[in-house]
């Protein structure tokens, strides 16, 4: 079943339309509807990417440090004047 609809083309892609269409020896509507064919099996066919996995491992606790003061633990990562 075919649906007569009209597209406006920017004149580039118009041109390297006419020009594919004369390479293939094959009508406008057939290289157009070929290459659309063509541009959506590609998208859709493309890989899901999982999300990005944070894999957390213990690294221990350092001797003297209370890490219930976060006072502290600012000082001794960004310098006495941490404010």
């Known amino acids: ?3 007569r609809t009209t597209v406006t083309l920017d004149e580039d ?3 390297r339309l006419k020009a594919e269409s004369r390479s293939r ?3 406008f509507r057939e290289t157009l509807n070929e290459l ?3 541009a959506l099996t590609t998208q859709i066919s493309h890989p899901i990417r999982s999300g990005f996995r944070v894999k957390p491992s213990h690294m221990g606790y350092r001797p003297g440090l209370n890490y219930d ?3 502290s633990l600012l000082e001794l ?3 006495e004047f941490h404010r």
Do not use: H, Q, Y
């Open 36 to 38: 659309l064919r063509l």
């Open 25 to 27: 020896g094959t009508s």
């Open 1 to 3: 079943m075919s649906i």
């Open 69 to 71: 003061n976060i006072e």
């Open 13 to 15: 892609v118009l041109e």
């Open 77 to 79: 990562g960004e310098g």
